[in-house]
């Protein structure tokens, strides 16, 4: 049984900065890879970021050095620290363990707006 839950969502203006967090269980965390993936209307579902068990991270282009995603492992939690926020990037945004082909949380909403 897979169960994670996303925080940190909110309204936000433009070029503000907001920090998501996932708590995860009924994964092996520590060996696991997390990701974010974002979905707002009309679009599908994109991977954000990752980070493996090691620490190796990887995000999409259109957020990088923007965005930072880490883990804390004995907290069973991965996060995700956003900057410089676009309204592009408003969308309700969800993590997962990339090992697991289904299993999903119910997303937190980041809207960027003035």
């Known amino acids: 049984q897979v169960q994670l839950v996303e925080s940190g969502g909110g309204l936000v203006q433009p070029g503000g900065s907001l920090k998501l967090s996932c708590a995860a269980s009924?994964?092996?965390?520590?060996?696991?890879?997390m990701a974010w993936y974002r979905q707002s209307p009309g679009n599908q579902r994109e991977l954000v970021a990752a980070?493996?068990?090691?620490?190796?991270?990887n995000y999409a282009e259109s957020v990088k050095g923007r965005f930072t995603i880490s883990r804390d492992n004995a907290k069973r939690t991965v996060y995700l620290q956003m900057n410089s926020l676009k309204p592009e990037d408003t969308a309700v945004y969800y993590c997962?363990?990339?090992?697991?082909?289904?299993?999903w949380g119910q997303g937190t909403q980041v809207t960027v707006s003035s």
């Open positions: 009924g994964t092996i965390f520590s060996i696991a890879t």
């Open positions: 980070i493996t068990s090691s620490g190796s991270k």
């Open positions: 997962k363990d990339v090992g697991l082909p289904a299993g």
